[in-house]
């Protein structure tokens, strides 16, 4: 064989190029984007939390301030062409006003909208002051009536003349908010327990079972009535909502508890935990860096499916009237709004409107929790 010969093989060699091997989260990755419902979830789930965040910002009308000239007024429609002076149709962004009639017959008062009345919309227009990002005050909003005087109801309004739209973007902080303090709390409790159960065993584990049948063995319902009575007339909302929290996520901790448990009773005499044993590793160390992280993905996807059922377990607390109670918004006490057959009549808007949005929001949850639950082990295909 010549120099040639030699040197060319080499290159050839080099030529090769040697494929990338993905880690776990990468492999992970990439399983999850081909599950096409759940990876459109996820933008709608990111736009749901950037409404909470912006909330302010997004919102066309201070969701508190009431207007007597307006109860249960109807959803104004966005219209594009305007009559000019000359009786031309022109190009204008608006909405048109509303006028109220009496019907004679039932003695009801009604709106209609009235043509002659043009609102112009525009983005970015001056309304209420707030502090955007709690930080810098501002008056901006992204949409919303050109003139800060004239009122629109792009979703209707209630029964004291408050808007809606802005009530639903508000409530969406709270509502999402709980189910992420709620995971929160349900991993820390989770992990903990049932990592302590599943290690150690024994009386300890025992105990911690026996703990966790009796929880489970409550009716959720009444459980959740008895604590949330207990809840003093008196607190201020802030506290209100810290113990609805809570007791929202009493039962969720021990489905994780018992999942860990058991992954914990799988893994603690493989022969990675008894090498880190024998290297000195207290107990501590072994469960935070060698135990947690072999199953953290299960772990994501277990969260993530656990969100939307505390969504729907505080707007059913609020819904009943043992949850979260005015002033503070959330969509369980936008629907209490619409709790008598008289107020579905004569405004359904007011259950439509913030039933879609839970409907939305916990459908898109549950295909983003199964798709992070599909490809939480890359492997399997």
């Known amino acids: 064989m010549t120099a ?33 419902i759940a990876y459109f979830s996820l933008f709608i789930v990111g736009f749901v939390y950037f409404v909470a965040l912006f909330g302010e910002f997004l919102s066309p009308a201070d969701y508190l301030k009431t207007n007597t000239r307006a109860p249960f007024a109807p959803p104004q429609g966005i ?3 305007a009559p000019d002076e000359d009786g031309d149709s022109r190009f204008l962004l608006h909405a048109r006003g509303l006028k109220m009639e009496i019907d004679r017959e039932a003695m009801r008062r009604h709106f209609v909208e009235d043509p002659e ?10 309304g209420h002051e707030y502090k955007l990002l709690w930080l810098m005050p501002t008056n901006r909003h992204f949409f919303g009536p050109i003139d800060p ?29 709980i189910g992420l303090v709620g995971v929160a709390v349900s991993l820390i ?14 009386w300890i584990d025992n105990l911690i079972q026996r703990v966790i049948e009796f929880l489970r063995s409550i009716p959720t319902i009444p459980l959740w009535m008895g ?37 914990f009773l799988s893994l603690r005499h493989e022969d990675f935990v008894v090498a880190a044993r024998l290297d000195g590793l207290s107990d ?19 969260l993530t499916l656990a969100v939307p059922l505390m969504i729907l377990a505080e707007t059913s607390l609020s819904f009943l009237g043992i949850g ?21 009549i004569e405004a359904p808007w007011l259950l439509i409107a913030p039933g879609t949005t839970i409907v939305v929001a916990v459908l898109a949850l549950n295909f983003l929790g199964d798709g992070l639950r599909d490809a939480a082990d890359p492997y399997a295909n």
């Open 117 to 126: 009345k043009v609102i112009p919309l525009g983005f970015f227009v001056k």
């Open 324 to 344: 979260l109670q005015p002033p503070i918004v959330s969509w369980g006490t936008l629907l209490k709004e619409a709790q008598n057959i008289r107020t579905i």
């Open 79 to 81: 219209h594009f062409l």
């Open 284 to 302: 501590w160390e072994i469960i935070r860096k060698h135990l947690v992280p072999s199953f953290a993905s299960h772990i994501i996807a277990s």
């Open 149 to 177: 005087k004239q009122k629109v109801y792009f979703l209707g309004a209630d029964r004291l003349g408050r808007d809606i739209l802005s009530r639903i973007i508000m409530g969406t902080r709270i509502s999402m908010s």
């Open 227 to 263: 604590l949330a009575a207990a809840i003093p007339l008196d607190w201020p909302p802030l506290r209100t909502y810290f113990v609805v929290t809570l007791i929202v996520s009493m039962i969720g901790w021990t489905t994780l508890a018992r999942e860990v448990r058991g992954k």
């Open 189 to 202: 409790v989770g992990v903990s327990l049932g990592g302590i159960s599943g290690y150690y065993g024994g």
């Open 4 to 36: 040639i010969d030699s040197a060319s093989e080499v290159q050839a060699a080099e030529s090769v190029k040697t494929p990338d091997l993905l880690g776990p989260w990468a492999l992970m990755w990439r399983q999850f984007r081909r599950h096409k």
